[in-house]
């Protein structure tokens, strides 16, 4: 016997829907990540459940948390702490004196910018946090080409100076715009703490 249209177009439409419910399930054509419970995030969005150790320079000085995992890499003076499109650059350097709003405008930026693709200025402003006062500085840049793909990423970036006893540590996050990274980063500046 055979089936009448009807029935023919219930089935398919039977299909379709549990087709859906299956890519909708999997996340299937989402560049997302899966998160603990089954959390969608956004590329670079850094799990909530990530844990952080405490990473020491040689030189000592001070200690400050990075999240657990990261791959090491010693760039000249800094150190840079990567996984996947985030970023955590460490660098400590003698200074005479602490930065304030004005003199991160007048040198820090230009400077930064400078070396900077597609480099646009965000804020610049005085924040505290767990070591002290620090001068934040806030821009969006492109990455650096991946050497695979050759994909650029358009970042935002929040760099942190410190200064403590003639030493100035400056701290810069990255990731993807649009990456929701407010609580980690918190975490990791809010962690520097001053051994001397």
């Given at each position: 016997m055979r089936d009448r249209p009807g029935r023919r177009g219930a089935v398919l439409i039977g299909l379709v829907a549990a087709v859906a419910t299956l890519l909708v399930g999997t996340g299937c054509g989402s560049h997302a990540t899966s998160g603990p419970a089954g959390e969608q995030n956004p590329a670079g969005d850094i799990p909530d459940n990530i844990a952080f150790v405490a990473f020491r320079p040689a030189s000592g000085g001070f200690e400050v948390k990075v999240p657990e995992g990261w791959s090491r890499t010693d760039s000249g003076s800094a150190v840079v702490f990567t996984d996947k499109l985030n970023s955590v650059r460490i660098e400590a350097q003698p200074a005479a004196a602490a930065p304030t709003v004005d003199t991160a405008k007048a040198t820090e930026v230009p400077t930064v910018a400078a070396g900077?693709?597609?480099?646009?200025?965000?804020?610049?402003?005085?924040?505290?946090?767990?070591?002290?006062?620090?001068?934040?500085?806030?821009?969006?840049?492109?990455?650096?080409?991946?050497?695979?793909?050759?994909?650029?990423?358009?970042?935002?970036?929040?760099?942190?100076?410190?200064?403590?006893?003639?030493?100035?540590?400056?701290?810069?996050?990255?990731?993807?715009?649009?990456?929701?990274?407010?609580?980690?980063?918190?975490?990791?500046?809010?962690?520097?703490?001053?051994?001397?």
């Open positions: 900077t693709a597609n480099f646009v200025l965000g804020k610049v402003e005085q924040v505290h946090r767990s070591a002290g006062d620090a001068v934040l500085v806030t821009f969006r840049a492109d990455s650096p080409p991946d050497p695979v793909t050759g994909k650029v990423i358009r970042n935002s970036v929040e760099r942190y100076e410190f200064f403590h006893n003639g030493t100035s540590v400056v701290l810069t996050l990255s990731g993807p715009e649009g990456a929701d990274n407010v609580d980690p980063w918190r975490t990791v500046t809010d962690s520097l703490r001053w051994l001397s």
